[in-house]
């Protein structure tokens, strides 16, 4: 998600937008499709086979705590091995899942806010997470 300012009535007003990240499912026509039939504004992408980009800006912050945070612990303890189905990969996710520490995922529960402020600060460009 981001935020968009705007001048309205004498002040400035925030409202939020979903953005995906450019990963090639995000941009498939079944998925634009139900970001637009459930979520009140988002930033489409051109869905055509030239698959322009349209408003998306070309490189997006890593802002889902999963994302930056948890998706390298997971991958490492469950995709470190083939699966022989989806169901078993499932399996290993939800093994590896419960098995990451609380503190892990407090911790970062916790930064985020303090990512969202460099990611603002940066103007939504690059910034790292030190």
């Not at 802002?63 to 303890?77: K, P, R, T, V």
């Amino acid at each position: 998600m981001l935020f968009r300012e705007e001048w309205t009535y004498g002040q400035w007003r925030r409202h939020w937008v979903f953005q995906q990240d450019g990963a090639p499912l995000h941009k498939a026509e079944e998925t634009q499709n139900l970001i637009r039939d459930n979520v009140p504004e988002f930033i489409e992408v051109d869905i055509s086979p030239q698959r322009n980009n349209g408003e998306w800006p070309p490189n997006s912050p890593a802002l889902s705590i999963l994302g930056y945070s948890l998706w390298s612990i997971l991958e490492a303890e469950a995709c470190s091995k083939p699966h022989q189905s989806v169901e078993a990969l499932k399996k290993s996710l939800v093994k590896a899942w419960n098995a990451i520490p609380q503190e892990v995922i407090d911790r970062a529960v916790d930064d985020f806010p303090k990512r969202l402020k460099k990611c603002i600060d940066a103007r939504g460009g690059h910034f790292e997470n030190k």
